[in-house]
């Protein structure tokens, strides 16, 4: 079979494009659960951040600026289908010329640095890429942008068995709770049960790109999800962690077999700043 042939240049101009739209337009299913919380939250300082949270997201949309001064490290989810082949480049060095341009274009922060130094690489460069190889012959490119409050409040632990599934609930409730206001609430908890220990990091981090306000496929799970959630918004963190019901605005969670004498659990915290933009090409 003829393998399609997509152009490096063509993905760099791509995702030149997703950097900017993803800090610039919040996505509509995120949104819509956020005027879902606004309606529904009965402290006056929670609905009055949620309502700034609104306005704001409203003026980058119309601005084409960026919704927060955190404009992340990028974050790339990328399914190659397995007929097609990129020319004129390698698909890292693609997205990377991509990472540059749309954040200098975009005028977007640089937050990349050396670990020690702390010296700013300047570029957004390097980005975070996952490859997964698929059937087909697109190819299939997610880009988040992960700002730095949210990220720092996530874990990963690796639980005995026998802690078990009650064992899991509290550690994730207790994340919640101890995170407070640092990942600027109201939240969406990703979490990743299984898998090894990087496993389990990445599959929490995939599962908040699932759109809000969808049910887990899995009824046991959504059952989860629903019971988690409910029990995070009992905690009065509240919308910036000025109090109120809406600590987080939903639980997403993939489970995967993991290792007879393990139990690996990610949580991943994303900010309500949730942005990803996804193309296809
Ligand atoms: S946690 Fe999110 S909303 Fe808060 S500063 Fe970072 S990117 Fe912005």
Known sequence: ??????????????VSDL?????FDIPDDVIQVIKKAYQDEPSPQGKDVLKQ??????IAHNEQVPMCQDTGLAVFFVELGQDAHITGGLLNDAINDGVRKGYKDGYLRKSTCNPFTRKNVGDNTPSIIHVEVVP???????????GGGSE???????????????GIKKYIIDRVRESGSNPCPPIIVGVGIGGTFE???????????RPLGTPNPDPELDKLEKE?????????????GLGGRTTALAVHVIVEPCHIAS??????????SARHKEITI
Not at 136 to 146: H, L
Not at 152 to 166: F, H, I, Q, Y
């Open 228 to 240: 988690l959630l409910t029990s995070i918004n009992k905690l009065g963190i509240g919308p910036m």
């Open 136 to 146: 087909g012959d697109k190819v299939k490119i997610i880009m988040a942008a992960k």
């Open 53 to 58: 949270i609104i306005d704001n997201d409203e």
């Open 152 to 166: 720092n409040m996530s874990r990963v632990m690796m639980m005995k068995p026998s802690d078990g599934l009650e």
């Open 199 to 209: 496993r389990s990091a990445l599959i929490a981090k995939k599962s908040l790109l």
């Open 19 to 23: 950097c900017m739209k993803a800090n």
């Open 1 to 14: 079979m003829k393998m399609r042939e997509i152009n490096a240049k063509q993905i760099t101009d791509a």
């Open 263 to 272: 139990l690996p659990l990610a949580v991943n915290i994303q900010c309500h």
